[in-house]
């Protein structure tokens, strides 16, 4: 799941080596390189056509097209290019008592891995079961010699009510869900800590698969950039 990415000004990283994305998606797909990437370039457009004959069941499509690892594909190339990827891990390296986190939504899971490399010893994963997304996911962990704990539903306001997390990413989810706003106040009840980006969420021709509006609040106020805490009365 993705969202147009719009440049924001962030603190200075000294950023790694990046890592490319397309050639581990044309090693997955045992296609041309070049393909891979000019594919990605158009799976936005592909989408939103696709997306007329599922708007009734928005889940089935995500389990039926493998557009979205094309998709998010470049999305995570453009974060990495941006360096958001830098700032995210600098931000879990930052809390040194952090070690149990979730990823809801979390696609090609590209934020597992890197939580996985800024020292989390224990992620959970959860995406659309029986999906091209989950099944590519599990293959880069394995890739990246990672185990993280696969959930096997998706999340709604009364699943893993006993599970609490020092943090949860949350990017480019909400927005596909139909009632969202029981699932941000479950989420509040279960972290104090949230990366999201719901300012920059698109509800246009080009992504009519960003069926709900949501807000953040009264739960979390915003900390930087994508990353918010949860408010005290919340």
Same mark, same amino acid.
């Given at each position: 799941?993705?969202?147009?990415? $719009? ?5 200075? $990283?000294?950023? &790694? ?11 997955? %797909?045992? *296609? ?19 997306? #007329? ?19 998010? /594909?470049? @999305? ?7 360096? !958001?990827?830098? +700032? ?9 008592? +952090? ?12 934020? %597992?891995?890197?939580?996985? &490399?800024?020292?989390? %010893? ?5 995406? !659309? %079961?029986?999906?091209? =997304?989950?099944? @590519?996911?599990? +293959? *880069?962990? #394995? ?11 998706? +999340? =709604?306001?009364?699943? $893993?009510?006993? !599970? ?26 279960? /972290? ?6 719901? /300012?920059?969420?698109? @509800? ?7 069926? =709900? ?12 950039? @994508? ?8």
């Amino acid at each position: 799941m993705f969202a147009v990415f $719009i440049i924001i000004p962030i603190p200075e $990283i000294q950023g &790694e080596k990046m890592r490319n994305l397309y050639t581990e998606l044309a090693e997955y %797909t045992g *296609r041309d390189q070049k393909l891979v990437e000019a594919r990605s370039i158009h799976a936005n457009v592909e989408l939103a056509w696709q997306f #007329e004959k599922h708007k009734d069941n928005p889940i089935e499509h995500y389990r039926k097209t493998d557009l979205y690892l094309f998709a998010s /594909t470049r @999305y995570q190339m453009d974060l990495q290019f941006h360096g !958001v990827h830098d +700032w995210y891990q600098k931000v879990i390296r930052d809390h040194k008592d +952090w070690w149990h986190g979730m990823d809801f939504g979390g696609g090609i899971g590209e934020q %597992t891995i890197l939580a996985a &490399e800024a020292g989390i %010893t224990d992620m959970s994963f959860l995406e !659309v %079961t029986e999906s091209p =997304s989950l099944k @590519y996911a599990k +293959w *880069r962990f #394995e890739k990246h010699g990672i185990t993280p704990l696969i959930l096997n539903q998706w +999340w =709604s306001e009364n699943d $893993i009510a006993d !599970v609490d997390y020092d943090f949860i990413v949350a990017m480019d989810v909400f927005e596909h869900i139909e009632n969202p706003q029981p699932i941000i106040e479950n989420v509040a009840k279960h /972290t104090k800590y949230l990366f999201c980006n719901p /300012t920059e969420i698109k @509800y246009s021709w080009l992504y009519p698969q960003h069926i =709900s509006h949501f807000t953040l609040e009264p739960y979390f106020k915003q900390v930087e950039l @994508y990353f918010y805490e949860r408010r005290q009365n919340a």
